[in-house]
């Protein structure tokens, strides 16, 4: 069973164009939703992470919608760049010493 | 800054061998974690330990065990490598005293022949 649902499986986008990846998610004793990022060769890193009671959470080009009625969450790259190339991880946990359920991953290309 | 280390970036294993896979932290963290992860199957939980000498099973523990004697130091152990275990596996550490950000290692890319 798939507690975190993640889409596209990959994405090709241009330079300066907007990325949007979606998760969906069943549990609601999830309370923390982050997104890593993950470069060829690397582990993966934290990108930008949101808890419930916010709608939206921006990082410099990078940003988190969430949808807690829906069960959904979405990161959107602006100005998406080459250097954004990478794999995207979304994921979801409930408090106390629980481990982070992932999705499946996006691979994002940029192209120029 | 946290590190997280893992002892072998590349491996190459028979089918049949112990297989051990280390990994430390720097950061005196709680809670450590072994994941796999393969194309299109994204991270998957092997094992992971609230704290020292504690451990729990993750989605896919078959096949698999760990170890945990020191804070820092997180092992997982193949008793019986088999080919459908050729995998990457990452190892992660969090703080359980403020945030949740888990810090991975940089991988262990193990093939069993």
């Known amino acids: 069973q798939q507690q975190v649902k993640q889409s596209p499986q990959s994405l090709i986008v241009q330079k300066g164009g907007i990325s949007i990846i979606n998760c969906a998610y069943e549990n609601t004793a999830f309370d923390y939703f982050p997104w890593y990022q993950q470069f060829p060769g690397k582990g993966p890193a934290l990108l930008i992470a949101i808890r419930p009671d916010v709608s939206e959470k921006k990082e410099g080009r990078f940003t988190i919608s969430f949808n807690k009625s829906a069960k959904q969450f979405s990161l959107h790259i602006m100005d998406s760049q080459p250097g954004d190339s990478a794999t995207y991880f979304c994921a979801a946990r409930r408090g106390g010493n629980t481990p982070l359920v992932f999705g499946k991953g996006t691979r994002l290309s940029v192209i120029a | 800054d946290v590190k997280v280390t893992q002892s072998s970036r590349y491996l190459v294993k028979r089918t049949g061998e112990k297989v051990f896979l280390e990994c430390v932290q720097d950061?005196?963290?709680?809670?450590m974690f072994w994941y796999r992860q393969d194309p299109g199957l994204g991270l998957r939980l092997i094992y992971f330990?609230?704290?020292?000498?504690?451990?729990e099973k993750g989605d896919i523990p078959e096949g698999y065990s760990v170890s945990r004697e020191k804070k820092e130091r997180f092992s997982l152990i193949l008793e019986s490598a088999s080919t459908n275990q050729t995998s990457m596996y990452l190892c992660a550490s969090r703080t359980t005293v403020q945030g949740n950000e888990q810090f991975f290692g940089p991988g262990t890319r193990l093939t069993v022949l």
């Open positions: 950061m005196d963290h709680e809670n």
């Open positions: 330990s609230y704290d020292v000498k504690m451990k």
